[in-house]
């Protein structure tokens, strides 16, 4: 008497179960077949392997489309998770930004707006300033000239 093997465990997805039921079906009735045929005629297993052969042909078109939708299917939920993710860290940076920048207001540190607005007005103020000592130093050389001229000049009687 032959001993009965337990069916898997279910794996939770209904068309690979289904699947393996099949495949598991077709290879015990493919071992029964086997047995009566070498029991029998020479010509029944050899209709038996062709057939065999064709049902294995078949069967291996159905397994390699199941197998690509099911990387189809790996694929798509791999660019979602992805997807996901980037949206996820994208999220948490703007967060961290967010939260440095308070942080550094709190501190008294200033941003990045207002130091370059600190920069535009120290370099007018630098302009200024240049064109202060611009004129301060033509000042200077215009009275350094004047007091040039009247001292070379003679004196008035």
């Known amino acids: 008497m032959a001993a009965k093997r337990k069916p898997r465990?279910?794996?939770?997805?209904?068309?690979?179960d289904k699947l393996l039921y099949i495949v598991h079906q077709i290879w015990l009735a493919g071992l029964g077949a086997a047995s009566k045929a070498s029991q029998g005629t020479p010509r029944l297993l050899d209709e038996l392997v062709a057939e065999g052969?064709?049902?294995?042909a078949q069967q291996r078109g159905?397994?390699?489309?199941?197998?690509?939708?099911?990387?189809?299917?790996?694929?798509a939920r791999v660019d979602q998770v992805r997807g996901q993710a980037a949206d996820t860290l994208s999220n948490l940076e703007k967060i961290f930004q967010v939260r440095v920048h308070r942080a550094?207001?709190?501190?008294?540190?200033p941003s990045g707006e207002e130091i370059e607005a600190l920069s535009k007005r120290i370099d007018r103020l630098n302009e200024s300033i240049d064109k202060?000592?611009?004129?301060?130093?033509?000042?200077?050389?215009a009275r350094a000239q004047l007091a040039r001229k009247a001292a070379a000049a003679p004196p008035a009687h």
Not at 132 to 141: I, L, T
Request: no cysteine; glycine share 8%; hydrophobic share 50%.
């Open 104 to 109: 550094l207001a709190q501190l008294g540190v």
């Open 53 to 56: 052969a064709r049902v294995q």
């Open 9 to 16: 465990k279910p794996t939770g997805n209904a068309a690979q």
């Open 62 to 75: 159905a397994a390699e489309k199941a197998l690509r939708a099911l990387v189809d299917t790996v694929n």
């Open 132 to 141: 202060v000592a611009g004129s301060r130093r033509r000042a200077a050389r």
